[in-house]
């Protein structure tokens, strides 16, 4: 058996067609199977959704530390404290 998934977003429609009904639902889906206007959509597996969900922790830890760095100048800058080096390298 073939399976496809199709974001419903990418479904062609016509502006202003709003009617849902389960019945017309499934014959546009099957017109427009048979035409090849559909758009596949890939699904991850567990490797790539594993390192995508390191990525989004890299990045959230990135963000974290750039809140802090902010903060900490702030913090310095209010009781007049001067670094006089680089910033943060």
Same mark, same amino acid.
């Given at each position: 058996?073939?399976?496809?998934? !199709? =974001?419903?977003?990418? !479904?062609? +429609?016509?502006?202003?067609?709003?009617?849902?009904?389960?019945?017309?639902?499934?014959?546009?889906? =099957?017109?427009?199977?048979?035409? +090849?206007?559909? #758009?596949?959509?890939? !699904?991850?597996?567990?490797? !790539?959704?594993?390192?995508?969900?390191?990525?989004? =922790?890299?990045?959230?830890?990135?963000?974290?530390?750039?809140?802090? &760095?902010?903060?900490?100048?702030?913090?310095?800058? &209010?009781?007049?404290?001067?670094?006089? +080096? #680089? #910033?943060? #390298?």
């Amino acid at each position: 058996m073939d399976c496809i998934v !199709v =974001a419903p977003s990418l !479904v062609p +429609g016509k502006p202003g067609d709003r009617v849902k009904t389960d019945r017309r639902d499934a014959a546009r889906l =099957a017109h427009f199977l048979r035409s +090849g206007d559909l #758009t596949e959509v890939y !699904v991850p597996d567990e490797a !790539v959704e594993a390192i995508r969900d390191l990525e989004r =922790a890299r990045d959230d830890a990135k963000c974290a530390e750039r809140v802090a &760095r902010h903060q900490l100048s702030k913090f310095l800058l &209010r009781h007049d404290r001067h670094w006089d +080096g #680089t #910033t943060w #390298t």
